[in-house]
């Protein structure tokens, strides 16, 4: 069995899964690209797809999940893809050169949905997901409904670094990393634009929350410092949590536990997008091992706790 086949099993198609490279080349696409990408991207992944095998995605899904109008959903569904027909990007392949290839080789635009072909290329990066070919993954309904441009982008970034609770760059980098205009090589346009209506958007819809800090030399912004954290969830009625824990914290946890509780938790499905991006389930263990000595771990990750099979000790009358 190989890598695919096993990952098949594991993330099924409502998480969206992607080598962290092809975030890069998302670089000045339009919002409606990148959605289509995200849309089409577990399609290619569950169905072991090949340049030859068509890949649908519906006009009333993509409505739906992106909160627009559905009577416009296809026109601008056949836009983006009309425009990602005549965009490339460029990978370094194993020879060590530079290799310019097309996103889509063929499309089809039909009342309701559209059907399009990737290239061997594009396939490879939303199959292949190893050490060699580090991934991010997170659930639809957590990206979808971002509007802003940057949004999308910077939620890619976030996720990549959550496990190791953020990242920095420097102005830079962070401008090239979003493919970002001329204008905003002012510091002001780029805040407004990139980086606070994204943050603001991401932290009221989305399953994390993001704040930064600014780098400075003397009196001059030169980078950020992002830091990311995941969202507790504060809904009632979830597996294995009532009404009579949701106000209790989980006291720190014995060796025993922990030993019990980290390969669960590695393993258990809901908890997968919290995990570091791109490890292997041993490597997210060790890291679990660490991660469950900590107060704000626990609390934050009580509901996963819970519903693989914590039990809070009786309390004392």
Do not use: C
Not at 10 to 17: A, C, Q
Not at 100 to 108: F, G
Not at 280 to 308: G, P
Request: hydrophobic letters at 30%; charged letters at 30%; zero cysteines.
């Amino acid at each position: 069995m190989n890598d695919v086949e096993l990952y098949e099993k594991k993330y099924p198609e409502k998480w969206i899964v992607m080598q962290n490279k092809i975030t890069q080349a998302f670089r000045e696409m339009s919002i409606d690209e990148k959605r289509i990408i995200i849309l089409a991207s577990p399609l290619v992944r569950v169905n072991n797809a090949t340049e030859k095998t068509p890949i649908e995605v519906a006009s009333s899904e993509f409505a739906k999940l992106s909160g627009i109008d559905r009577n416009s959903a296809y026109k601008q569904m056949k836009s983006a893809s009309k425009k990602l027909m005549k965009r490339t990007f460029i990978y370094e392949d194993k020879d060590g050169d530079d290799t310019e290839v097309q996103w889509l080789i063929r499309s089809k635009y039909a009342d309701g949905y559209i059907s399009m072909h990737f290239t061997d290329e594009v396939i490879y990066l939303l199959q292949v997901f190893d050490k060699l070919n580090p991934y991010t993954k997170y659930l639809k309904e957590d990206i979808l409904n971002l509007k802003l441009t940057y949004s999308l982008d910077l939620y890619h970034l976030a996720k990549k670094s959550e496990g190791k609770g953020g990242f920095s760059m420097t102005l830079d980098q962070y401008r090239q990393e979003l493919g970002t205009p001329k204008s905003y090589e002012r510091i002001n346009n780029l805040k407004e634009n990139a980086v606070d209506g994204p943050i603001k958007e991401i932290n009221q819809k989305t399953d994390i929350k993001i704040t930064y800090e600014n780098i400075k030399r003397g009196r001059t912004v030169t980078g950020l410092t992002f830091t990311v954290k995941a969202k507790p969830t504060k809904k009632k009625g979830q597996e294995g949590l009532n009404q009579n824990n949701e106000d209790r914290d989980i006291p720190p946890l014995t060796v025993k536990q922990i030993d019990r509780f980290a390969p669960l938790l590695a393993n258990y499905s809901p908890f997968g997008s919290y995990a570091p991006s791109g490890k292997s389930t041993q490597e997210v263990i060790s890291w679990l091992h660490t991660q469950l000595r900590d107060e704000a771990f626990l609390k934050t990750h009580k509901k996963h706790l819970l519903a693989i099979g914590y039990t809070f000790p009786k309390q004392k009358s």
